[in-house]
Nanobody, 115 residues
Framework: QVQLVESGGGLVQPGGSLRLSCAAS????????MRWYRQAPGKERELVAT????????SYVDSVKDRFTISRDNAKNTVYLQMNGLKPEDTAVYYC????????WGRGTQVTVSS
C-alpha cells in the first residue's frame, strides 16, 4: 500500500527556513518522480516543485525559484523540500505527491510564515 508521510512543517518568521520531508513506502521509490504541492486557505492546490526519479530533472514554480530546493534520497525513500527566505505568502499546507499506478497524496504538513 502506497503511503506518503510529510513532516517538518511549523511556524516560522518571515525570512526563516524550514525543511520538509516526505517518507514514502509501498512502491519502488527510486523509479518515480516526486512532487511537492501546496494549498493556501481559499486557494487551489498549486504545484511547487518536481524532481525526477534520479534527480536529473528538477523544476519549480516561479514564485519559489532561488528560495526552495527539492531533493531526494532514494536509499531512504525520502523526498525533501528545503525552504529558505520564507514569505507570508508561502503559508499553506504542503503535500507530497507521487503518480504510481494512480495519484497518491500525503496528508500534508502545515507551514505558517508569520511574525
Amino acid at each position: 500500500q502506497v503511503q506518503l508521510v510529510e513532516s517538518g512543517g511549523g511556524l516560522v518568521q518571515p525570512g526563516g527556513s524550514l525543511r520538509l520531508s516526505c517518507a514514502a513506502s509501498g512502491f519502488t521509490f527510486s523509479r518515480y518522480a516526486m512532487r511537492w504541492y501546496r494549498q493556501a486557505p481559499g486557494k487551489e492546490r498549486e504545484l511547487v516543485a518536481t524532481i525526477s526519479s534520479i534527480s536529473s530533472i528538477i523544476s519549480y514554480v516561479d514564485s519559489v525559484k532561488d528560495r526552495f530546493t527539492i531533493s531526494r534520497d532514494n536509499a531512504k525513500n525520502t523526498v525533501y523540500l528545503q525552504m529558505n527566505g520564507l514569505k507570508p505568502e508561502d503559508t499553506a499546507v504542503y503535500y507530497c505527491y507521487a503518480m504510481v499506478s494512480s495519484p497518491y497524496w500525503g496528508r500534508g504538513t502545515q507551514v505558517t510564515v508569520s511574525s
